[in-house]
T-cell receptor, first 113, second 114 residues
Framework: DGGITQSPKYLFRKEGQNVTLSCEQN?????MYWYRQDPGQGLRLIYY???????QKGDIAEGYSVSREKKESFPLTVTSAQKNPTAFYLC????????????FGDGTRLSIL | GNSVTQMEGPVTLSEEAFLTINCTYT??????LFWYVQYPGEGLQLLLK?????DKGSNKGFEATYRKETTSFHLEKGSVQVSDSAVYFC?????????????FGTGTRLTIIP
């Protein structure tokens, strides 16, 4: 079955450490997205990519970095510059074009040790 | 800029009750509108969508009508079940920018009691 796979499901970060969250899709979608979800808030866009080797900052990109070397993969690195990284991170992909919905993975929950 | 305002939660209903979750939006262009549902510990799933004024999206007994005159997209279901317990998000995609970005509401937690 086609879908989006995020790993790991749970991740712990020590102070000063960078961690990378994986997102892989086999839907042949062009666009991919990373969101952060905090309790009682909606989803906030971190980064998005519409094609390979290109990506744009979303609303809360500071302290995060991404790469898009392959169409199927869009990893997110949470750097030590992100002072409040504890959150639920969601990856999504979209076929592109008008009115296409985004498809989401099951998320990674990141906590600070 | 674009924004989505959702009914404050949490909402608790008895099984077989009628459900309405209000959603209003502000957008600069001609947005497409979506409802997503999130079950505990999972990502979001598309529930329904509408792409132009007066369109009605429907799925699994849920419905929402795109009302341009009131800038609303309220979610309704005639008879809820315990399995409908989840968090519901209203979202818009501004057609001026294609589908590059979705703007989400804050979500409404729904709990159905037997």
């Amino acid at each position: 079955d086609g879908g989006i796979t995020q790993s790991p499901k749970y991740l712990f970060r020590k102070e000063g450490q960078n961690v990378t969250l994986s997102c892989e899709q086999n839907l042949n979608h062009d666009a991919m997205y990373w969101y952060r979800q905090d309790p009682g808030q909606g989803l906030r866009l971190i980064y998005y990519s519409q094609i390979v080797n290109d990506f744009q900052k979303g609303d809360i990109a500071e302290g995060y970095s991404v790469s898009r070397e392959k169409k199927e993969s869009f990893p997110l690195t949470v750097t030590s510059a992100q002072k409040n990284p504890t959150a639920f991170y969601l990856c999504a992909s979209c076929r592109g074009g008008r009115n296409q919905p985004q498809h989401f993975g099951d998320g990674t929950r990141l906590s600070i040790l | 800029g674009n924004s989505v305002t959702q009914m404050e939660g949490p909402v608790t209903l008895s099984e077989e009750a009628f459900l309405t979750i209000n959603c209003t939006y502000t957008a600069t262009g001609y947005p497409s509108l979506f409802w997503y549902v999130q079950y505990p510990g999972e990502g979001l799933q598309l529930l329904l969508k509408a792409t132009k004024a007066d369109d009605k999206g429907s799925n699994k007994g849920f419905e929402a009508t795109y009302r341009k005159e009131t800038t609303s997209f309220h979610l309704e279901k005639g008879s809820v079940q315990v399995s409908d317990s989840a968090v519901y998000f209203c979202a818009l995609s501004d057609r001026a920018f294609g589908n590059e970005k979705l703007t989400f509401g804050t979500g409404t937690r729904l709990t159905i009691i037997p």
